[in-house]
């Protein structure tokens, strides 16, 4: 059996330096999320584009917001006339955003 090897280009140290590299993935941390959630609900916005906003799969967008309603730091809002729920920071919310966002200030000045 024959193995078929690809020629490999070689390039310069000038030209990898060109090459754009992608940032190693890593998972957002749970205040990271929580951040993205209620600055996105900030303005109001249904459910559907939340959760595509804040690049989630449905199982943990619904557990975050879930939680996040029940802590008080969302709520339902039904401000169409079809009846559409939009989901909107609450003061609570707003609070705990400004907190979060000053901590992620402190922590890249480190």
Request: hydrophobic share 35%.
């Amino acid at each position: 059996m024959h193995t078929l090897k690809r020629k490999e280009k070689k390039i310069s140290a000038v030209e990898f330096e060109m090459v754009p590299r992608r940032c190693p993935s890593r998972r957002r941390s749970r205040s990271e999320v929580i951040v993205n959630i209620l600055s996105e609900a900030l303005g109001g916005v249904n459910k559907t584009r939340l959760m595509y906003r804040c690049n989630l799969n449905f199982v943990r967008f619904s557990r975050y917001l879930q939680e996040l309603l029940d802590a008080g730091l969302i709520e339902r809002v039904h401000t169409n006339p079809e009846g559409i729920v939009v989901y909107k920071t609450t003061d609570k919310g707003r609070e705990l955003l400004r907190v979060l966002r000053k901590v992620d200030q402190l922590m890249a000045s480190i």
